[in-house]
């Protein structure tokens, strides 16, 4: 899946973090990521390219984590598209290479939008400064402490028999089929989660959850929780809540073999169509 980069491995260690001119930058606008064009193949800035002296870098910008001796740093403000630089929506740093390269610059989006988005103190409007001893961002007037947003999202794999329930999304850009998902509400158990989605989107009821992996999802600021589940009661789906525009009970054996295992959704899907689960 899309985290799969070891031996890589993304680490927080700002101890470590001495600008070097190889870092790799992160610029945001508008939900939109500056990239550059690298022998004709986009990629994350690189601070060498963009800064006189490595130590303009890090005096601009905040350590966001590193990637072996590679440190990503995030830069507020938004810097102005130029000669090979331009910026594209986040989700294009998918296609980045290497595939850790791309993992990588997808997290960084995550951590940077959390800071564009809580550049001031929620209780006293004070302005927030990076905690030297965590990934947090402190209030140097009254003391509140903010962490990264990290949403949690069930997904379910609803089987009945030899089949397993495909759907579409009424909304969004994603067009293609998938599993039933949705947020975890405040008091919820992932179990309780799961069970509701199910019902509000389809009408079904559902039992013996299983759950199978996770993945963490820079896109949504999410970390997506796949379980597996049993059909529990009448199969005829409802689509009355208008969240999905198809739901499908497809057999094993005409689910589409092609599709890679990148997402939490395809791995499942793919799990399920080869007899895995």
């Not at 130590?55 to 966001?64: E, F, N, Q, T, V």
């Amino acid at each position: 899946m899309f985290q799969d980069i070891d031996p890589h491995r993304i680490a927080y260690t700002p101890e470590h973090a001495a600008p070097r001119g190889h870092d790799r930058m992160v610029f945001l606008k508008k939900q939109r990521i500056l990239l550059a064009d690298h022998g004709g193949a986009p990629a994350l800035p690189v601070a060498g390219d963009l800064f006189p002296e490595p130590g303009d870098a890090a005096r601009s910008s905040i350590y966001l984590f590193s990637l072996g001796d590679t440190a990503f740093r995030y830069a507020p403000g938004a810097r102005e598209e130029g000669p090979g630089l331009a910026y594209a929506p986040c989700r294009s740093v998918r296609g980045l290479a290497p595939g850790h390269m791309a993992f990588a610059a997808a997290t960084a989006c995550h951590l940077a939008s959390w800071y564009a988005h809580n550049r001031h103190c929620g209780l006293c409007a004070a302005p927030m400064l990076p905690k030297e001893d965590e990934r947090a961002l402190r209030c140097p007037a009254c003391g509140m402490v903010k962490y990264p947003r990290i949403s949690p999202v069930v997904m379910v794999g609803v089987r009945h028999g030899d089949a397993l329930l495909l759907v579409r999304n009424a909304t969004g850009e994603y067009k293609g089929q998938g599993l039933v998902a949705g947020f975890v509400e405040a008091g919820e158990t992932l179990e309780q989660a799961l069970a509701r989605e199910v019902l509000e989107e389809t009408g079904l009821r559902v039992a013996n959850p299983r759950y199978y992996k996770s993945q963490p999802w820079a896109f949504s600021q999410s970390l997506l929780m796949g379980f597996f589940a049993d059909l529990a009661g009448d199969p005829a789906v409802d689509l009355g809540s208008g969240e999905l525009s198809e739901a499908l009970w497809t057999p094993r054996a005409e689910i589409p073999g092609d599709e890679p295992r990148f997402s939490l959704t395809w791995d499942m899907i793919q799990a399920f169509r080869n007899g895995e689960v």
